[in-house]
């Protein structure tokens, strides 16, 4: 069975830093497309940022320039670096992993980011 695990959420004050991680048990090269996503209250899930097997990567406009999104194939673990946090990026945060062709995909419970003073 595949999991995914993130961690790294927690309370930060507006213009700090935070790095999100999702552990997967087992290989990570079986997944093409990964992802990160959150939800605000009252808002709809959005997609933060994505990444493939060849290190492509895309960002949403609200967060491009502030947010990183990387993998590390060895360690079978995704990340996103953030930074210059604003109370907007509060949400709860998903990781998303996908295989090739999209036939399968997975999610993790999610973790909270909270930026407020």
């Known amino acids: 069975q595949v999991q995914l695990v993130e961690s790294g959420g927690g309370l930060v004050q507006p213009g700090g830093s935070l790095r999100l991680s999702c552990a997967v048990s087992g290989s990570i090269l079986r997944f093409n497309v990964m992802a990160w996503y959150r939800q605000a209250p009252g808002k709809e899930r959005e997609l933060v940022a994505t990444?493939?097997?060849?290190?492509?990567?895309n960002y949403a406009d609200s967060v491009k320039g502030r947010f990183t999104i990387s993998r590390n194939n060895a360690k079978n673990t995704l990340y996103l670096q953030m930074g210059t946090l604003k109370p907007e990026d509060t949400a709860v945060y998903y990781c998303?992993?996908?295989?090739?062709?999209?036939?399968?995909?997975?999610w993790g419970q999610g973790t909270q980011v909270t930026v407020s003073s």
């Open positions: 990444i493939t097997s060849g290190l492509n990567t």
């Open positions: 998303n992993a996908n295989t090739y062709g999209g036939l399968s995909a997975y």
